[in-house]
Structure formats: C-alpha cells, structure tokens
C-alpha cells in the first residue's frame, strides 16, 4: 500500500508538467455522499441519478471531460469534512456534491468559502444551508417550502387540531416551526409537538402520545428511509382505524419505500416537489429509464442528484468550460430548466431552489402505490428566507 | 556484591524500557511523513488520533484487563470539551484547551471508574457501554450546548501556540497530532514500564495473587482508568480541533467496538498495538472505501476474519512473523543472551 503510494507519487512528480496540461481537460466533481450507514438510501438514489445523466448526456460538456470521483461518508458528518477537504486538497475538485443530511452540508460549507469551490447540495433540505457560503447552491429542496403548504392545505380541510411529530434535528425544526407558524396564523393549533431521536427509529412510544391527544391529524416529518418504520407503527397502533390522519412534508412517503408500505399508507395526504407518478412526458421517461438501470423507483433525492448535474453541465456551457468557483456560481445564479419535477430555477439572490409544489395524496395505480398530484403550486420560493 | 539472579531480572527489567531499533524506525518515519507525504496529511492526522484512542484504550484491555466497549464516552467528552472551548473562546489556544478537554475526561473517567469496577468482565463491558450511551442521549437532549443531532456548528480553532494556523491541507493539523501522540507514547511508555506498570501487568493475571502480594489493586486501577480516560480524551479534543466540529457520533457504540477492532488487529498489551492498529485499519478502511465505496464494510469484515483465522488462538497470531523478525534485528537481545548464558556457567 504505502509503497505504492510512494512509487504513485514519484510517478506524479515525474510527470506534473503532462499532468498540469491534462487537468485542464477536465473538471472533477467529488460526490460526497452516503453509501453506507443510516442514510445510505439517499446515497443510493444519488448515486443511481448521476450515472443516469451522464449515461444520456456523455461526459463531455464544453470541452470538458467530466470526471465523477464518488466518496462514502457512511453518513458520518466529520467523515464529509475529511472526504471533502480531500477532494479540494489532493484530487482538486472543481465542485463538491452531494450531502445527505444536513450537518453534512453545514460542516463541509467553511471549506468551500475557503477553498472557493462550489457545493451543490443535492439532499439536504434545511433552509438556512445555502447561508453558509457564497459558494453553496441547492437542487432539492427545503423543508419550509412544503410546510407552508401542508399547513394551508389542513386549514382549508378542517383539520384545526394537529399533532406535530419530526425528527429532532435542523430539518424537523425547520419543518415543525413553519408548520406551526401557518396553521397557527390561519386559525389552527398545535395541541402538542413531539420531537423523535433522530437515530432511534422507534416510533411506538411517541405515536402513542400522538393518539392520546386525539388530533384531527399527525403533522410528520422522518428524514429519507425511515418513512416505513413509521406507517408501519402508525397501522399497528391502530390510529389509522381511529380517523387521525397522517399529513406532512413528503419524506414520509418516500417513493423508495412507498411500494412496500402497504395499504395503511392509502390516503395520506403530503406536499412535496417529486413524485414518481408526476405527470410529464419528461418524468414518464426518467421513470422508466432510472428503474430500468436500478430495479428500484427513484424518489424525491434522486431528482435532486439528476437535476444537480443538468446545472453543473449547463453552468459549464456557459461559462464556456471555465470551472472555478466564482463563474460557476455566478453562472448557476437565475439558471432555469425543465426537471422531471416540472419547472425549476434557481434563485438568484438566495442561490436556493424555486420550484412547484403538489399536494399528493398516496392511491394505488395497477396494484402499485404513488403519490397521486392533485393541486400544484407553481414556483414556490424557500419561505424560510422571504420572511427575513 | 548483587547475585547473578537479581543482576539478570534487573537486566530483564531494565531491557523492556529500552528503546529498539524498529521503534527508532516507526517515529523517524511517522516524523518523515510530514515532509514525504504532504498529500496524505488529512488521513494522517486521523491516524494519530486514532492511534492515541487506541493506546489509551490499551491500557484498559493489555495492562490492567478492563475490557470497555463504551470507551468514547471520554473520547466524546474531550471532544465536546475542546470545541466548547474554542467555541465561546474560553480558552483561545489550542494546546491548552486540548490539556483542559483531556482533564475534564479524567474527571468524568474518575467519577465513573468506581461504577466500572465493580463486579466482573462481563458487568464491566454493560457498565461502560452504559456510559457511553448516557451521555449520547445527554449530549442530544441538552441541543442548546451540544448542538443536538446537528453537531456543533460554527467552532473556529485559533492556530497552535498562537502561530500555527490550522491549514485547509491539514499539515499543522498533522504536525500537531504527531507531536501530541509521540509526548503522550512516552509518558505512556514510562507508566507501563514502571513499577506501577508492571503491578498493573500483575493485577490483569490474577487479582487475587496481586492482593495477596500487597498490590492496592482497586487503587491501581482506578488510577489507570482515570489515565486512559485522560488520554481518550486529548485524542477527541484532536479530532475536535482538526475539524472544528463535533457531533453526537463521537459517542457512537460503533466508535467503541472499532477501536477494540484497532487494538485487537494491531496487538493488545505492548503499546504499540493500538498504533499499529490504527494505521492498518484507516489504511484498509480509505483505501476499501476508495475502491468500492458501497461494499467496504464487507471487504473489511473479510479481512478480519481472515486475520483472525490466521492468528488462532492468539489474536494477533498474525503479527508473530514480524515480532520474530524484529528479535532477529535487535543486537543487544543477542548480546544479553550471550550474558545470561555465561551467568548460568
């Protein structure tokens, strides 16, 4: 091992003036995501969206040769920081991507101010992370946004009584505080707020609680993968048969896992940016193309990996293949395209995600489960940041 | 006039503390690294406190015969500690907040020594993991200091001594945590090769001879956890200052059971096993995870057992060759045989 490294690092010094001209040939992005651990569902789902869209798009973009270097975090955030310094250090990175949760994205966001380099979160949904640094761009989403809406939506269907339930950490107190703030101003009440260990998937206890205070419906937010846990619990403690019901961001329902809920999971209603079952031709073929590659259905992180790289490949055609970090943010700002979600752009001011927002409600199609769309909200800004 | 007898266990003692030629060539090399491998610094850095972590929980397991499997309750505290410190700039230098993030472990390992000792391996392992459990749900409910399941946000380390800026390509960070490592080995050197060492050596054979033989052993070994708590804590202080960040997995039950992994790969019971370890293990884990970063922990679990195959009924069976290699290199063994030969005339 070590001999190999010295003799690589001979090889390295004997060939820099070659190396240097290839460098510029092409434009690294580390992928530092979780492939193993508690999170390693999202680092799936990422990684099977990037290699989808250089598979159709080719690894060539302006010029450029576009060279993924995929790193495991196994969902330890000093892990991120050590991975990404790296990246920056030893494999000079243009671009860091990825994130799978949010202490990830903070930790490694004084390493891209320093080091000038962009970060693209591609998962990590709390709204104050693109504050962090001047370099830091989104493509997934932020809690508040569908919040905001799932409040709205409670209001007008008379739910007026709700029970907030979320992970303890940034994301569930980003959800859980614009929630409440809604529902709150138009008439609603909080009539208990549970926060949930963020690494203990036991819900019996807490859900117990929830039943005892007889809302009209359990506001719910779990980060990606451990949405089955909790309908699972959810049926078993029969609160499904009691008429509560379950409302809140999409996490819960994560596509990923939606098949294998079951039909305790039918008629909960959330509001989110992606479902699988979203009705666009553009979508139609990501679909069949994603699960085709994977045998499983991509989710609402996969989009956030796809459209991530259709940025950095559009950011890189125009700023004419120029890869650092002050052109291409400069160039992400304002940029608008076509996801399999529908219609994005990015903020210019915030550097955060607009997108539609759709309410879904989970029905099943040919004996498949999906979020079914049924109201969209067209170009929802972070509301976390238009309030300050 | 001393009797060959005594001249020749002197002697015996007297050649565990000296210094082989192999160890000369381990520092020289950890030291030629800052300069040879400047790319591998970031790595590096985590190798030394994680070789830190490790002898510190070897003077547990290979001196005194405390099995732990909570032993980043002190790695987590001095952690906490240290980027606490620099966070609401308590104390401002680096080496002196490391030196207090290692005291209050020694505390917290003081405190919960005479919970520990109680009673047999098996309630020694429960209590500890205990410990470590605690204070992770502590750490996670009071988010207010800790920063919750978020992690510590926002801590900015002062460079070292008022000089050394903590660089982005973490070659302060590496000089720094060798040079902690390398004080801190020789302390831990003196200890285990001083009266009080090998009384700890005695007590992990058999308790009940050593107090029989007038050894105060629940003393010793409250002294002795106290240290190694001392020292897992400076090791998380490291790892907190080198990342200005800590999160709740300092405590994790996965960071205790991966460092008996580090101890058991490199050798229990010489100091050095825990070093070893550690280089072995991040080497592998970086270089598996490198090359297939979705199926490592299984080329990992592999490994293990592959080593432990190898080695049979001793662990570190494996490391025999080398061990026997190393007697071969060392001079003065051959010329103490010659010596004790001549005694036995």
């Not at chain 1, 979020?371 to 969209?376: A, D, I, S, Y």
Request: charge should be positive; include cysteine.
């Amino acid at each position: 091992m070590n001999y190999l490294k010295i003799a690589a690092a001979g090889l390295l010094a004997g060939t820099m003036s070659f190396g240097a001209a290839q460098a510029q040939e092409t434009v690294k992005i580390g992928l530092v995501i979780a492939m193993t651990g508690q999170q390693a569902s999202t680092g799936k789902q990422l990684k099977a969206a990037v290699e989808l869209y250089m598979k159709e798009h080719g690894d060539m973009v302006a010029g450029k040769k576009i060279e993924v270097i995929l790193r495991d975090s196994a969902s330890v955030p000093d892990n991120s920081k050590r991975l990404a310094q790296e990246l920056i250090v030893n494999d000079k990175v243009s671009i860091l991507a990825g994130f799978e949760v949010t202490p990830a994205a903070m930790v490694v966001a004084p390493l891209a101010t320093e080091a000038k380099v962009v970060e693209l979160v591609m998962a990590a949904g709390t709204s104050v992370i693109t504050e962090r640094s001047p370099y830091i761009a989104r493509t997934s989403f932020t809690l508040p946004q569908s919040s905001v809406i799932i409040a709205d939506y409670a209001l007008k269907n008379n739910m007026k009584n709700i029970v907030t339930m979320v992970s303890d950490y940034a994301p569930g107190a980003d959800a859980e505080k614009s929630f409440t703030g809604q529902l709150t101003a138009g008439g609603g009440k909080v009539i208990e707020s549970i926060k949930i260990p963020l690494a203990n998937p036991d819900f019996a206890p807490f859900l117990q609680r929830a039943a005892d205070a007889k809302p009209d419906a359990l506001f719910v937010f779990v980060p990606s993968g451990q949405g089955a846990t909790f309908m699972k619990q959810f049926a078993e403690r029969g609160l499904d048969k009691a008429g509560i019901k379950v409302i809140g961001p999409g996490d819960v329902t994560d596509d990923d896992l939606l098949p294998q809920m079951g039909d305790a999971v039918l008629g909960v209603v959330t509001a989110h940016m992606y479902s699988a079952d979203h009705n666009s031709p553009m979508n139609k073929k990501y679909v069949e193309a994603f699960t085709k590659a994977n045998n499983f259905r991509p989710n609402f992180m996969s989009v956030g990996g796809y459209d991530g790289m259709h940025l950095i490949y559009e950011a890189l055609k125009k700023t004419g293949g120029k890869a650092d970090g002050d052109s291409l943010i400069a160039a992400m700002k304002g940029m608008k395209w076509e996801s399999p979600r529908g219609p994005i752009s990015i903020d210019p001011e915030t550097r955060d995600i607009i997108q539609n927002i759709y309410i879904r409600k989970v029905e099943k199609k040919n004996g498949q489960l999906y979020n079914v769309e049924f109201q969209t909200f067209n170009d929802v800004k972070d509301p976390g940041k238009i309030k300050k | 006039m001393t009797s060959p007898l005594i001249r020749r266990a002197t002697e015996s003692m007297l050649s565990r503390a000296r210094w082989h030629p192999l160890e000369i060539i381990f520092w020289a090399g950890a030291f030629a690294a800052i300069w040879l491998l400047p790319t591998r610094h970031l790595i590096l850095t985590e190798i030394a406190w994680l070789a830190l972590f490790a002898l510190s929980l070897d003077f547990l397991v290979g001196y005194a015969g405390i099995i732990s499997l909570g032993h980043a309750a002190f790695f987590g505290v001095g952690a906490y500690a240290a980027a606490l410190l620099a966070k609401h700039e308590l104390i401002n230098e680096p080496v002196l907040a490391l030196f207090a993030a290692g005291l209050v472990a020694m505390a917290l390992g003081f405190v919960t020594s005479f919970l520990v000792l109680r009673g047999s391996d098996l309630t020694r392992i429960m209590v500890s993991l205990g410990v470590a459990l605690i204070l992770r749900e502590l750490a996670n409910q009071f988010g207010w200091l800790t920063g919750g399941a978020d992690g510590l946000q926002g801590v900015t380390m002062q460079p070292i001594l008022g000089t050394f800026r903590f660089d982005m390509f973490g070659h302060n960070g590496y000089a720094y945590c060798l040079v902690v490592l390398f004080v801190l080995f020789l302390v831990a050197r003196q200890i285990a090769n001083s009266p009080f060492g090998l009384s700890l050596v005695a007590i992990k054979n058999n308790p009940l001879r050593a107090a029989a033989i007038g050894i105060p052993v629940d003393r010793r070994l409250i002294v002795i956890y106290s240290i190694a708590a001392f020292y897992a804590g400076i090791a998380g202080g490291l790892l907190a200052q080198t990342t200005s960040f800590a999160s709740l997995d300092v405590f994790s039950f996965d960071r205790s059971a991966d460092l008996l992994l580090v101890l058991i790969i490199g050798g229990v019971g010489y100091l050095y096993g825990g070093l070893i370890g550690a280089i072995l293990f991040k080497v592998m884990q970086d270089y598996l995870s490198v090359l297939t970063p979705q199926y490592w922990p299984f080329w990992i679990g592999a490994l293990l057992v592959a080593m432990v195959l190898i080695g049979r009924d001793r662990i570190t069976g494996w490391t025999t060759p080398f061990r026997k290699l190393a007697a071969k290199l060392d001079w003065r063994a051959a010329r103490r045989d010659a010596a004790a030969a001549e005694d036995r005339r």
